[in-house]
Every structure is written in C-alpha cells, then in structure tokens.
C-alpha cells in the first residue's frame, strides 16, 4: 500500500465489519455442529471397532469357546473390519480435529470482533482506532484455511444463520451517516 490517504465510505465499512462479525460467529456455530455431528457417528463406529477387536482376540484365544458365539463374534468382527477401513477412508479422526481447529481460529476472531462491535456501539463513530482493529481481523480471516470437506445441509446452515440473527439482534446496531471518511495513511517503507 502505498503513502497517499485512501477513501472510504464509512456506511460501507461498517456494513463489511458487521458482516465479517456475524460471519466469523455463524462459523464458530457451524463447525461446532459439524464437529458433533462427526462425534455422534464416531463414537458409536469406534465402539463396533473396539468390539470386534475384542471379539475376535477373544474367540482366537479360546475365551468364547462355544461354537454358538462363532456366528455373531465372526459378524461382529466382520464388520469391524469394514468400519476400520471406511475409518481410514473417510478419515472421521481428523475431520473432528479439522473442525475444532476451526472452532478455536474462528471463535478467536469472533471474540475480537464482538469487544470491537460493542466499542463501536459506544463510540457510534468508525475511527481510524476501528480501522485498524478491523484490517487485523481481516488478516486473520485470510490466514485460515479452506476447508475441504463437503458443507452442511442449507436447512441447518440456514437455521444457524437465523439463530445468530435473532440472538445478536444486528437490526438494532447502529450505522453511520452515509458520508465520505478518511482511513488512516500507512507509514512509510
């Protein structure tokens, strides 16, 4: 960026904080429950992991001995082993930790834009103080990766679009005067 003093509209700046606010909360949201939708079918597939291991070390050693507990150990660790594979196929281990990533980066940058909004809200005023503050929320939102898993049903998205509104009340916000402001000059190289 160079040194001469950049124009802004101070409406439309505050319309893209506000929106970049609600955005990093509704991802907070979002991956919150993506992340327990994976710990809801984990724990159960784990488990049937777990069982035929268990299962199958047992009939192996003589423990299950009787040839009726042949039948059922044998499906159990069958099935066991399918759910290992798809395990390692659709890698739910890392989808899990990918989205508490997520939750931590963007809760992070939610917290920091929430005190800036309620500083705004105080202030009533976009000030070069805000501009700045708002520019390193944006560099923190660039820095977070894309995420390469396939997105949430739009009813459940739309529902945590709708919760966040109801909840933040975003109407109510308060909104500059449509005038021309100034942002700050950077400092020289």
Not at 9 to 28: K, N, P, T
Not at 37 to 53: E, P, Q, S
Request: with cysteine; charged share 20%; glycine share 4%.
């Amino acid at each position: 960026m160079s040194d001469k003093v950049v124009a802004f509209d101070a409406v439309v700046r505050v319309r893209q904080f506000y929106s970049a606010y609600l955005d990093s909360i509704y991802y907070v949201e979002y991956y919150r429950m993506m992340n327990s939708k994976v710990a809801d079918y984990a724990r159960h597939l784990d488990f049937l992991i777990a069982l035929g291991a268990a299962l199958g070390g047992g009939a192996g050693l003589g423990i299950l001995a009787s040839p009726w507990m042949a039948l059922p150990c044998g499906i159990i660790t069958g099935a066991s082993l399918v759910v290992s594979a798809a395990k390692q196929s659709y890698n739910w281990p890392e989808k899990s930790k990918f989205c508490s990533d997520m939750m931590t980066r963007y809760s992070a940058i939610a917290a920091q834009a929430r005190r800036l909004c309620e500083d705004l809200q105080a202030a009533r005023s976009w000030s070069p103080e805000f501009e700045a503050a708002f520019q390193a929320i944006r560099k923190q939102l660039d820095e977070i990766p894309v995420d390469q898993y396939p997105e949430m049903d739009v009813t459940l998205r739309r529902k945590i679009q709708a919760d966040i509104v109801t909840r933040e009340a975003p109407q109510a916000w308060w909104k500059p005067a449509p005038t021309i402001g100034v942002a700050p000059a950077s400092p020289a190289a």
